[in-house]
C-alpha cells in the first residue's frame, strides 16, 4: 500500500482527459516506507507488526539523517495499536513524530496530507514558538497560557499533530 497516497491524488484537470494526470504527491516516493503489518476495516489486527521491520526502517532513516517522520497506517484510525508502537519506538529513537488521532472520517487521505505538511511545517512552527517563547518570558507567560486560532473557528492551545489548522483560521 506504499503507493496508495499517490494513486489517490487529485487528477490535474477536473473535466474529461483522454489521458488523466494526477497531482504530485506531498511526498517523494523514496521517503515512503511499508510495514507489512495489516488491520482490516474494523480494526482488527490480520497481521500483527514486525518490529524487525521497523528497526530496519529506523536505521535508513538515521542514515538519511531524517529528523521527522510521518506515520500513516490504512485503518489505524479504527484501532492505533500499530501506529502507536512505531510512534514510542520512533520517539525513543529521538525522530519528530506525526500522526493522525482522527477517528471521524473513513477517508485517511486528508488525514495523510495534513501529516506530511504538518512535518513539513514544523521547522518553520518551531522557530516562531521559540519567538513567542521569548515574548512570553518576558510576561511570565508559558505556551499553555496561550491559544490559537484554528481553522474550525474554535481556540485550542497548541497541538503538535494539527499545525496546519491555524494556517486558514483567517478564512472563518
Not at 34 to 40: C, P
Not at 110 to 117: E, G, S, Y
Not at 146 to 155: A, D, E, N, P, Q
Amino acid at each position: 500500500f506504499e503507493n496508495w497516497a499517490y494513486l489517490r491524488q487529485p487528477l490535474k484537470h477536473d473535466f474529461f482527459d483522454t489521458e488523466p494526470q494526477r497531482q504530485e504527491a506531498l511526498a517523494s516516493q523514496e521517503l515512503i516506507f511499508g510495514v507489512n503489518e495489516r488491520l482490516n476495516h474494523k480494526g482488527e489486527v490480520l497481521k500483527a507488526l514486525d518490529l524487525s521491520e521497523v528497526e530496519q526502517i529506523i536505521a535508513k532513516l538515521k542514515l538519511m539523517d531524517t529528523k521527522r517522520v510521518c506515520i500513516n497506517l490504512l485503518f489505524s484510525n479504527k484501532n492505533p495499536v500499530h501506529q502507536n508502537q512505531i510512534k514510542e519506538i520512533l520517539l525513543k529513537e529521538n525522530f519528530e513524530v506525526f500522526h493522525s488521532d482522527r477517528t471521524d472520517s473513513s477517508d485517511e487521505i486528508p488525514a495523510w496530507r495534513q501529516n506530511i505538511l504538518n512535518a513539513c511545517l514544523s521547522g518553520t512552527q518551531t522557530d516562531f514558538l521559540n519567538e513567542l517563547d521569548k515574548c512570553l518570558d518576558h510576561f511570565s507567560l508559558s505556551r499553555n497560557d496561550v491559544y490559537f486560532l484554528k481553522s474550525t473557528g474554535h481556540i485550542s492551545n497548541y497541538d503538535h499533530n494539527n499545525l496546519t489548522a491555524g494556517l486558514f483560521a483567517w478564512s472563518r
